[in-house]
């Protein structure tokens, strides 16, 4: 098992949500899409938060199986070491932490700091399988390769219908 895959990390948690808080707790996780709050962990690839209601059951098992209460499953796929991305959650992101794990059972009422970390790793499951598309690419890496690749390809259409030695030249000033 293993959460690693090169210098990239992927979390999992899943936190049981306090009855009656899902609905407020989902409005608020849509409303996350405008201010995008994990950009400003800058070490994050990908960061999700999904409410699963309950299991779906497949009908050919013998008895359905329900959870006792709806969960917040958070999974993200970062740079680097996991205690110190918690770390960084727990200072940076702590106004949303409150709004989000405070509606959970048993997340700390200040849901910030060490005892986030504490409740988020105590809820941890490991992911057994990962594999990063880009291992040994950091976020930064590839922020940097994108916009190297923007510029290229907006080079290449301001470009078009230049002679050689004109391309060669503006090519040369652009690079």
């Known amino acids: 098992m293993s959460n690693t895959s090169g210098q990239a990390y992927a979390f999992l948690s899943m936190t049981p949500i306090k009855a009656g808080e899902d609905v407020r707790l989902r409005a608020y996780i849509e409303g996350l899409a405008?201010?995008?709050p994990f950009d400003r962990l800058r070490r994050t690839?990908?960061?999700?938060?999904?409410i699963l209601p309950d299991w779906v059951n497949d009908p050919s098992q013998p008895k359905?199986?329900?959870l006792t209460s709806q969960y917040l499953i958070f999974s993200?796929?970062?740079d680097g070491p996991r205690d110190s991305y918690l770390d960084e959650l727990?200072?940076?992101?702590a106004p949303e932490a409150k709004e989000i794990w405070g509606r959970c059972v048993g997340c700390p009422p200040s849901?910030?700091?060490a005892p986030l970390k504490r409740y988020l790793l105590h809820n941890q499951i490991d992911i057994g399988f990962f594999v990063a598309a880009y291992p040994d690419a950091t976020v930064e890496t590839v922020k940097r390769v994108l916009a190297q690749r923007k510029q290229l390809a907006?080079?290449?259409v301001r470009t078009q219908g230049l002679e050689a030695s004109e391309l060669r030249h503006a090519y040369q000033q652009e690079f």
């Open 34 to 36: 405008r201010t995008r």
């Open 45 to 50: 690839h990908f960061a999700r938060l999904v």
């Open 64 to 66: 359905a199986d329900h």
């Open 76 to 78: 993200a796929t970062f």
């Open 90 to 93: 727990g200072k940076r992101l």
């Open 111 to 113: 849901a910030r700091g």
């Open 154 to 156: 907006d080079f290449a």
